[in-house]
T-cell receptor
């Protein structure tokens, strides 16, 4: 079983729709939860960063973490064509040998004008 | 402030050869991490360097190695290349060793092994 599972999609939605992206994980030691956006031929860029459980909102983006269910989500409101990209969830845990980092495989999103 | 830069951007090698990739972090950042990205496996952590010391290592064979210089620039080396090493290699930098969330990625080096 992979440490982090993410539905690869692809996901296609009309402009203005609400998008829900999700990841599940198996390691209860994960403490930091992130969402990255990656455009074609670019490196990932950090969108949201959450520590432990709870919600965090930033503009049109909301990140949710439910540690009891080992489930994290990213919601995009009023989606725009410029949101078309691959979205990667990521999480990390501090171990006695340093931080361990794990990424989901990414969900490809297309927002149709 | 300039972002993370990686050179070269594209590389074609044959099996058995070795390759060295370079990463220049954002000015002032002392931590550099390397990742391998493939369509099937996604982003996988290779190793992290902080102040010229390897702090953490992922589950990759010893053919993958790296180092960091006193100016925080980092290099990654892959020896005895295999077809499965074809991937996008990403470098990320951060100020310190806090969490993954503060990492900034470069554009990557796309390696093709024939």
């Amino acid at each position: 079983q992979k440490e982090v599972e993410q539905d690869p999609g692809p996901l296609s939605v009309p402009e203005g729709a609400i998008v829900s992206l999700n990841c599940t994980y198996s390691n209860s030691a994960f403490q930091y939860f992130m969402w990255y956006r990656q455009y074609s031929r670019k490196g990932p860029e950090l969108l949201m960063y959450t520590y432990s459980s709870g919600n965090k909102e930033d503009g049109r983006f909301t990140a949710q973490v439910d540690k009891s269910s080992k489930y994290i989500s990213l919601f995009i409101r009023d989606s725009q064509p410029s949101d078309s990209a691959t979205y990667l969830c990521a999480m990390s845990a501090v171990t006695n040998t340093g931080n361990q980092f794990y990424f989901g495989t990414g969900t490809s999103l297309t927002v149709i004008p | 402030k300039a972002g993370v830069t990686q050179t070269p951007r594209y590389l074609i090698k044959t099996r058995g050869q070795q390759v060295t990739l370079s990463c220049s972090p954002i000015s002032g950042h002392r931590s550099v991490s390397w990742y391998q990205q493939t369509p099937g496996q996604g982003l996988q952590f290779l190793f992290e360097y902080f102040s010229e010391t390897q702090r953490n290592k992922g589950n990759f064979p010893g053919r993958f190695s790296g180092r960091q210089f006193s100016n925080s620039r980092s290099e990654m080396n892959v020896s005895t290349l295999e077809l499965g090493d074809s991937a996008l290699y990403l470098c990320a930098s951060s100020l310190g060793t806090v969490g993954l969330g503060t990492q900034y990625f470069g554009p990557g080096t796309r390696l093709l092994v024939l």
